[in-house]
Each structure stands twice: as structure tokens, then as C-alpha cells.
Nanobody, 115 residues
Framework: QVQLVESGGGLVQPGGSLRLSCAAS????????MAWYRQAPGKQRELVAT???????HYVDSVKGRFTVSRDNTANTLYLQMNSLKPEDTAVYYC?????????WGQGTQVTVSS
């Protein structure tokens, strides 16, 4: 059974950093398009960053220059390095994979930015 397991969330002060990880039990991880989404309380889930199989990345405007998405195909792991965090970054962050037209989600990890 395919699983995506996020980790690395927590409580951080404004201006701080966190690194999220998503461990994927996908046998063809290198062929999957991967992404990070987030959902704040009372808001819809939004796309944060994507990384394609050719390592091309895309970011939502609100995180450009602060967040970096990367992938390690040898470790079947997706990462999100988050710097200069702001209170508005507070949300549950979800890992998503799309492989052979099938979309999968992790269970999410909470990120709280507060002083």
C-alpha cells in the first residue's frame, strides 16, 4: 500500500526555519510529480510548491524566495525547506504525489508560526 508520511512540523517563532520531509513508499518515486499543499483553519487547501520529475519547481507567490522544494529520488523523499517563516504560514502541510494519473496524499504535519 502506497504511503506518504510527512514529518518536521512544529512550533517556530516568526523569522524562523523548518524543514519538512515526506517519505514515500512509492516504487516509482522518480516518475511521480510531487507537491506540497497547505490548509489553514477555515481556508481551502492551497498549492505551495511543486517539483516535477525533471526537477523543475514552481512556487505560489507568497512563498517565493523563502521556501525551497527538493526531492531525493534515491531516498524516495520530498523536502520543503521553509525560511523566514511568517504567522500566515501557519497551516497543516500535506505532501502530494501524482503517478500514472493517481493522486495520493499524506496525513499532514502541523506548522505553527507564533511568538
Amino acid at each position: 500500500q502506497v504511503q506518504l508520511v510527512e514529518s518536521g512540523g512544529g512550533l517556530v517563532q516568526p523569522g524562523g526555519s523548518l524543514r519538512l520531509s515526506c517519505a514515500a513508499s512509492l516504487s516509482s518515486f522518480s516518475r511521480a510529480a510531487m507537491a506540497w499543499y497547505r490548509q489553514a483553519p477555515g481556508k481551502q487547501r492551497e498549492l505551495v510548491a511543486t517539483i516535477a520529475t525533471n526537477y523543475v519547481t514552481h512556487y505560489v507567490d507568497s512563498v517565493k524566495g523563502r521556501f525551497t522544494v527538493s526531492r531525493d529520488n534515491t531516498a524516495n523523499t520530498l523536502y520543503l525547506q521553509m525560511n523566514s517563516l511568517k504567522p500566515e504560514d501557519t497551516a497543516v502541510y500535506y505532501c502530494n504525489s501524482v503517478l500514472f494519473g493517481l493522486s495520493r496524499w499524506g496525513q499532514g504535519t502541523q506548522v505553527t508560526v507564533s511568538s
